[in-house]
């Protein structure tokens, strides 16, 4: 189980304790209270703490040798196909405000209050229509997060994640190389045909940001993933609502089902991943690998109270009904509970800080000590993993 995002810091308005330390979580602190707590280091050192490096350690995949990028694994949940001279560039369609120059606007928001998948299909397709050719293939995802293939495309490592810059002006982020140029001019093109699109103009007239331009960034090859069976012995399945755990999932040769609802967002559809969960396991699945976008999204916006309230609903509308399933079936099994990275409220981005986890196994409850599942509480343990990677084995031999 999954919660991206959901480690954090102290905040003050929380008197000092972390959204994890508050939220009302009776089954994840039930689990901590009776297995194994600690500390785990989810991206290596010298990486970026992007949920692709993260997810692909807590799968048990080294990241130093597997992390391409994070845009060809969603092109794979996408069902592109891509080839060798291809380059796969996340698109996000970003909000920016502000007046001048496209170097003067300020980024408002990186996934554009959140854009509907079926508008930003509208606006896809537009830029497609503009600007796709021969070289250059545009691809709808979910809400915000869309793709671009690029055929023979130039370097392009200049780039800035839009989530990192929120509330500033763009121009000091922008890509700046001669050989990234191309990038540049099209995301400026994108903006002259965004930001006065209908669509647009009816947001605006609702009370919401435009998702007014293209951004451009973490390009990637084409990915290759040794098959999870092969390196577990397991079956597995990928339980999650955005297309770059997804890809993951495509590329490990795991199974993926479709749950409708599920957005990556707090209004995800929580049940039908418990649902879609106990489903995967009664069909034969070894193990379930629950993803929830939830926390990551709140933290990235800033937003403390949604934040607690999406580990709140991980908890009791995922969490508690499969462990409860799980108990009812009179077979051993175990649970692995953890967030890929931070995502801090005071911050509103990824860090690489160790997060917590518990492992809980059915056959060998402890009285670990701990009192809830949290960060505090997880490094009283005394327990510190240096690799992301060794969860996976100590998640199936059952011990560290």
């Not at 508008?119 to 709808?140: H, P, T």
């Not at 293209?214 to 597995?236: A, I, M, N, R, V």
């Not at 505090?376 to 031999?397: P, T, V």
Request: include cysteine; hydrophobic fraction near 35%.
């Amino acid at each position: 189980m999954l919660g991206d995002g959901m480690a954090d810091e102290p905040i003050a308005s929380l008197s000092k304790k972390t959204p994890l330390e508050v939220a009302n979580k009776p089954t994840m602190d039930y689990l901590a209270k009776h297995g194994i707590n600690g500390m785990v280091d989810t991206v290596p050192e010298g990486m970026v703490p992007e949920s692709d490096t993260a997810n692909l350690a807590v799968m048990g995949y080294d990241p130093k040798i597997y992390s391409k990028g994070r845009s060809p694994l969603e092109a794979a949940s996408i069902g592109i196909e891509m080839q060798d001279d291809e380059t796969a560039i996340r698109a996000n369609i970003v909000a920016l405000g502000g007046e001048g120059d496209y170097e003067d606007l300020v980024m408002l928001d990186h996934s554009s209050d959140e854009i509907p998948t079926e508008q930003a299909k509208v606006l896809i397709d537009a830029v497609q229509e503009r600007f796709g050719n021969e070289f250059l293939k545009f691809y709808c995802g979910i809400s915000y997060r869309h793709c671009l293939i690029w055929k023979n495309c130039p370097e392009f490592n200049d780039f800035s994640r839009p989530h990192d810059i929120i509330g500033r002006k763009i121009g000091d982020y922008l890509p700046k190389s001669e050989s990234s140029r191309p990038m540049l001019e099209l995301m400026k093109a994108s903006y002259e045909l965004l930001n006065n699109h209908p669509l647009n103009i009816e947001r605006a007239k609702n009370g919401l940001k435009k998702a007014n331009s293209l951004w451009f960034w973490s390009p990637g090859k084409k990915p290759s993933l040794p098959s999870f069976e092969e390196q577990t012995g397991l079956k597995g399945s990928v339980v999650c609502a955005v297309d770059l755990i997804k890809g993951i999932g495509f590329c490990a040769g795991m199974n993926v089902p479709e749950i409708e609802g599920a957005t990556g967002t707090l209004d995800t559809n929580y049940i039908g991943k418990r649902d879609s969960a106990i489903k995967e396991l009664e069909n034969g699945a070894d193990l379930v690998y629950i993803h929830v976008e939830a926390p990551d999204e709140c933290g990235h916006q800033g937003k403390v109270n949604d934040k607690i309230e999406a580990i709140e609903l991980i908890d009791r509308d995922i969490l508690t009904g499969v462990v409860d399933y799980l108990k009812s079936k009179n077979e051993p099994f175990r649970v692995l509970l953890l967030p890929d990275h931070p995502t801090p409220i005071s911050t509103r981005t990824h860090t690489r800080a160790p997060v917590p986890f518990v492992m809980y196994d059915s056959q060998n409850e402890i009285a670990s000590g701990v009192e809830s599942y949290c960060e505090k509480e997880a490094k009283k343990s005394g327990l510190y993993l240096d690799k992301g990677e060794k969860l996976m084995n100590m998640l199936i031999g059952g011990k560290i």
